[in-house]
């Protein structure tokens, strides 16, 4: 039978234990949300760099028919000169587009690696929680019972502890 400093002890070790076992799960669950943010902002903005994408093919498209219709109100006909104008506007438009464009990819894949990683983190705090509150109940409960027997924490565990201390 433990005595009452004893069993004090113990159920102080167990909550020392009990409540590392619970900050690792809440870092854990803290961080998986933080990483379900990171990727709806990745998805929104690569939904945000097609809207732009739309919007500038939709600009170059009215631009490119308010050049044609310049060029032939002033009787000026489309080929030569108007032509290559017309072929470097165009040009120049789809440059931009795929600049929009590889910039949303960019940034949806910054924001899914950022998530990934944010994930990864918790995991650790999760394992790094589990094992120390594991650690501390462990250890308390050796020192219980060696206070009850009169043998040391390495005695009972089989192996030097103050080597991991």
Do not use: H
Request: no cysteine.
């Amino acid at each position: 039978m433990l005595g009452t400093s004893a069993a004090l002890l113990l159920t102080a070790t167990i909550a020392a234990g009990a409540g590392q076992i619970y900050s690792g799960i809440s870092a854990n669950q803290a961080a998986s949300e933080k990483a379900g943010l990171q990727e709806e902002q990745a998805r929104i903005a690569l939904s945000e760099s097609e809207r732009e994408v739309e919007q500038k093919s939709v600009e170059r498209r009215k631009f490119l028919a308010q050049q044609r219709m310049s060029y032939l109100a002033s009787g000026v006909s489309l080929s030569g000169t108007p032509g290559i104008v017309q072929g470097d506007t165009f040009k120049e438009f789809q440059q931009e587009i795929d600049a929009l464009r590889k910039s949303g990819v960019a940034q949806y894949g910054l924001g899914l690696r950022e998530a990934a990683g944010t994930r990864s983190s918790g995991r650790a705090s999760l394992i790094s929680g589990i094992m120390s509150g594991a650690g501390t109940i462990l250890q308390g409960a050796a020192s219980v019972k060696g206070s009850s027997t009169g043998k040391t924490q390495s005695e009972i565990l089989g192996f030097d502890t103050k080597a991991y201390r």
